[in-house]
């Protein structure tokens, strides 16, 4: 079983940057792959950045690429995304996801956190 948080989410303008973090208890990201979706209102959660549990190997998303990265700490406890240059399609709720690989689809990760607001007004 993995608990996941997350915790950084908030109101900003676009330009600006955020910091998203999300801390794993009960098994680190050692152990799984640990990603990045994100859901605007009426629209399907999306695939935004992931990070391999082995040679911490990451993906970006086409539409973040450049713009957002994903990291870990040396723990492994704890996987960031660092997001700069935000704008307005930015604007979704942020979860954080664990799972045995990495995919692209949403629905094939089994832990989740309980998201957080990311708002970016122009």
């Known amino acids: 079983q993995v608990q996941l948080v997350e915790s950084g989410g908030g109101s900003v303008q676009a330009g600006d940057s955020l910091r998203l973090s999300c801390t794993a208890s009960?098994?680190?990201?050692?152990?799984?792959?640990g990603g990045w979706f994100r859901q605007a209102p009426g629209k399907e959660r999306e695939f935004v950045a992931a990070i391999g549990w082995t040679a911490g190997t990451t993906y970006h998303a086409d539409s973040v690429k450049g713009r957002f990265t994903i990291s870990t700490n040396n723990a492994k406890d704890t996987i960031y995304l660092q997001m700069n240059s935000l704008n307005p399609d930015d604007t979704a709720v942020y979860y954080c996801?664990?799972?045995?690989?990495?995919?692209?689809?949403?629905?094939?990760?089994?832990?989740w956190g309980q998201g957080t607001q990311v708002t970016v007004s122009s």
């Open positions: 996801a664990a799972h045995r690989a990495i995919y692209t689809d949403y629905s094939v990760w089994m832990y």
């Open positions: 009960g098994r680190t990201f050692s152990q799984y792959a």
